[in-house]
C-alpha cells in the first residue's frame, strides 16, 4: 500500500506529539487522555469489525473485557511483561475465531449476530460478577467477582529495571494506537481487505466469483477481537484494576455510539467521536447535574436522524462541496 504524503506527514506529527505531550501536561489531564486513547483503540477495532466488514457485533466489550481480565490473570502469574501481552492479544482472539466459526459457518444472518454477541457479553458479565470468595482464583490472581481484581502489576517492557510510569504509558496507548489505525488501513488496502469489502457489498455476488465468505468474515472478526484485547490489557494496566463492568450492556452500547456518531464507514471518526464524547462524559459527570447516559442517548438519537452517515463523512462531504463551490466561483470570474 502507498501512503499518501499526507497521512505520512499526519502520523510522523501524531508520533512526536504521543513522545512530547506527557512533559507538557499534569498527570490527571494525563490520566485521562490515557483512558481514551484506550477506548479510541477499542472504537477501531469495531470501526474495522462493523465499518469495514459489515459485521454487526454488539459485543465487541467481551473481547475487550477478556483482553483486561487475561492480562490481570498473565501479570500476576507470568509477570506482567510480554507473555501476558501475549495471552491478553491471543485469549480474545481465540475466543471470537471460536464464536465467528460458529455463527460464520452457521450461515447466521446480521441481526441474529448482533444478538449473539451481545448475549455473550452479558453471559460473560454474570460469569465474572459470580466468582467471588476465595474458590474463584486462575492460580495468583484473585478474580473477586463484582469487586474485580484490584492492584494489577504494572507493564514493564523487556530490558526495563521499572515498571512504565503515566507518562511511558500514555506514550505507549498513543503509539499502538497510531499503529494499529496505520495497520488497520493496511490491511483495508490490501487484496485481503478488497475481498472483505466486495463479501460486505454483495456477499452472494462474492461467493458467484469463488470466494469463501465465511472464511474472510471469520478472519476479520478475529482480528478485531484482537484489537480489542489489546485495548483491554492497556485499559486494565492502566487502572491496575478490572471488574465485570467492562462486560456491562453500557459499555456494549458505548462502542456502537462511538462508532455510529463519528461514520461507520471510516477509521478516523470512530477515533475522534470517542474521544470527544469521552470528554464530554467526564466534564458532565463530574458536575453531577445531568445523566451522561442520557446525553449519550439523546446524540445517538440525534446522529441517526439528522446525520445518519456520521461525523467524518458529513464533515468531508461539506469541505468537498465548499472548495467545488470556490472553484466554480473562481472559474466564473475569470
Request: charged fraction near 10%.
Amino acid at each position: 500500500m502507498r501512503i499518501s504524503p499526507i497521512s505520512l506527514l499526519l502520523g510522523v506529527i501524531a508520533i512526536v506529539t504521543a513522545v512530547a505531550l506527557p512533559s507538557m501536561v499534569d498527570l490527571f489531564s494525563l490520566l485521562s487522555m490515557t483512558v481514551y486513547l484506550v477506548m479510541a483503540l477499542l472504537a477501531l477495532s469495531l470501526a474495522f469489525v462493523w465499518g469495514h466488514g459489515g459485521i454487526l457485533c454488539f459485543g465487541q466489550a467481551a473481547f475487550f473485557g477478556l483482553g483486561a481480565y487475561t492480562w490481570a490473570v498473565g501479570a500476576f502469574n507470568f509477570g506482567p511483561g510480554v507473555g501476558a501481552i501475549a495471552l491478553a492479544i491471543a485469549v480474545p482472539a481465540v475466543f471470537a475465531a471460536l464464536l465467528g466459526y460458529f455463527m460464520f459457518y452457521g450461515k447466521i444472518s446480521d441481526v441474529y449476530l448482533g444478538v449473539i454477541t451481545l448475549a455473550v457479553t452479558l453471559i460473560l458479565f454474570n460469569l465474572m460478577n459470580s466468582t467471588s470468595g476465595d474458590s474463584y482464583r486462575l492460580g495468583e490472581a484473585l478474580l473477586g467477582g463484582f469487586n474485580g481484581i484490584p492492584s494489577i502489576p504494572p507493564l514493564t517492557l523487556p530490558g526495563a529495571a521499572e515498571p512504565l510510569s503515566p507518562e511511558g504509558t500514555f506514550t505507549l496507548a498513543a503509539l499502538v494506537l497510531i499503529g494499529a489505525y496505520f495497520g488497520v488501513r493496511v490491511v483495508m488496502a490490501s487484496r485481503f481487505g478488497r475481498v472483505v469489502a466486495a463479501v460486505r457489498e454483495n456477499e452472494q455476488r462474492a461467493l458467484l466469483l469463488g470466494y469463501n465468505a465465511s472464511r474472510y468474515k471469520l478472519i476479520t472478526f478475529t482480528l478485531g477481537g484482537a484489537l480489542a484485547g489489546l485495548a483491554g490489557m492497556l485499559y486494565a494496566n492502566w487502572g491496575a484494576f478490572v471488574s465485570p463492568g467492562v462486560f456491562s450492556l453500557s459499555q456494549s452500547a458505548q462502542i456502537i455510539i462511538w462508532v455510529i456518531v463519528g461514520g461507520r464507514g471510516t477509521l478516523i471518526g470512530p477515533i475522534i467521536a470517542c474521544v470527544a464524547l469521552q470528554a464530554m462524559v467526564t466534564q458532565l459527570g463530574a458536575q453531577h447535574t445531568i445523566d451522561t447516559g442520557l446525553v449519550l442517548g439523546i446524540i445517538l438519537i440525534l446522529f441517526v436522524l439528522l446525520i445518519p452517515r456520521g461525523l467524518a463523512p458529513t464533515v468531508v462531504d461539506a469541505a468537498r462541496g465548499l472548495l467545488r463551490s470556490r472553484a466554480r466561483t473562481l472559474k466564473e470570474t475569470t
